[in-house]
């Protein structure tokens, strides 16, 4: 049976978008059970985190053809060592964007700030750093234009993206997450594809440009955000009563959920989410697939991301899964986790191209499914008096995301260099996820167990009653 937060069925919506609520509530982060959307603004907001998504977590994906492709723009550097550096510059994006996300938590919760002016700033900083990107004529440079200011631009506007989602779906979530997380799988598709006859009309340096003139459009989606009705600082508690205040719910209800089990399964699909996805082009093209056949590959993965998400969306929708819908979610999470990292560790296995479709399909199924999955669960996993902290707990997922993806990502580049093939990034992506896989393996387990309990306990004081008084009638 879910549970009252994730069923908040009796809930009436505003016409007119979030409420106001007072600064405590807005420093402990109510996501859930003060602010409402409904009517039109709800799908605003949809579109708004699927065009936000859409740069912030897949633009890195589908211009890793482009960072490949870079090396006679910058003259300085020999072939060996252009290639080998200018990984890094999504690399280092890669974990900007999630170490940002304490400051805009912290920008979120400040009643001063709010997630609108958050928003604005990291779409400004995301614009400015792929604007300069097409001037620079260095990896240095680049690292620091694209990977710092860009990917700090995106942590900023990622986290109260993410974190306004559940208050326009209450019942809806999943399925509005899943429908959001749709634009990191079109990335695949349309930004290799721009950037291919973006290099041919203007050259491969100026795509820098096009693409910041596209992000730009990341002000109007973050002028759209709500923010949270200000209040004045003389009627609202000091800050550091309220920061103490919150540390006690915290850590008082932190105990009972899932929270530190979510929070290391990121750190390890930081090193596998990331591996597959950047590497799997490159796989395939050293398996003896050409480098057309690999666009199609990739594009595979694509199309099968997109219905991962999708399906694991529309699933919500039965009555069934409804009724049970925390079951279900970490059913399907362990599920698609395993299956991806079964395929990663037989990956070998695929030498043809159709083995790599193949490969590439089952990668883009299992993590369509697990990816959204892991930001629903994270919601639930971090709860105060029965109500979930979606963007306090990003805080601290997107963080340990990030860092997991600059530890594995260079070592899974080692092991390629070190064995010769791209088989050991896969390997080690494999163990990655297979590791959560135990993990959530035990905690369901444990979960149905602790369910089975506690229907057997209300099922026996449910009958004691009506035992005790058909004897003292008789």
Known sequence: MASKSEDPENTKDSMTGPTSVSQMDLVAGDDDCKMRGSGLWKWVMMVCNFVVLSFCLGLNYGMWPLVEGLKPYYEDYNYDRDQIDLKWIVYINILMVGITAPLASLLVYRGKYGARIAALCGAFLSTIGLLISGFVRSAEALCATYGLITGIGYGLLLTPCIGLLPMYFPTRYTLANAISFTGTSLCIFYVPSLFDYAAQTYGKHSTFIILACLNAQLLVVAALFRPIEQFSSESSPKFLDRCKRLKEKFFSDCEKALFGTII???????????????????????????????????????????????????????????????????????????????????????ESFAGHAALA???????????????????????????????????????????????????????????????????????????????????????????????????VNGAAPAGHDSAHQH
């Open 361 to 459: 399909a089952i990668i883009g199924l299992g993590c369509g499914m697990y990816f959204p999955l892991m930001f629903v669960l994270l919601r639930y996993s971090l709860t105060v008096n029965g109500d979930s902290r979606l963007t306090g707990a990003l805080a601290f997922g997107l963080p340990v995301f990030g860092i997991g993806a600059l530890i594995g990502l260079p070592i899974g580049d080692l092991l390629n260099e070190g064995f010769d093939n791209y088989n050991s990034s896969f390997f080690l992506a494999g163990a990655a996820l297979m590791l959560v896989v135990v993990i959530m393996a035990y905690k369901l387990v444990t979960f149905l167990r602790k369910t089975m309990q506690r229907r057997q306990s209300r099922r």
């Open 264 to 350: 290391t399964s990121m750190f390890f699909i930081g090193v596998g989410y990331n591996i597959l996805l950047l590497h799997l082009r490159r796989f395939s093209i050293y398996n003896g697939t050409s480098r057309t056949d690999s666009r199609i590959v990739l594009n595979v993965c694509g199309v099968f991301m997109i219905i991962g998400q999708v399906v694991h969306g529309i699933l919500t929708l039965f009555e069934k899964v409804r009724k049970d819908e925390q079951t279900y979610r970490r059913f399907f999470y362990s599920l698609s986790l395993f299956g991806v990292a079964l395929v990663s560790l037989l990956s070998s296995v695929a």
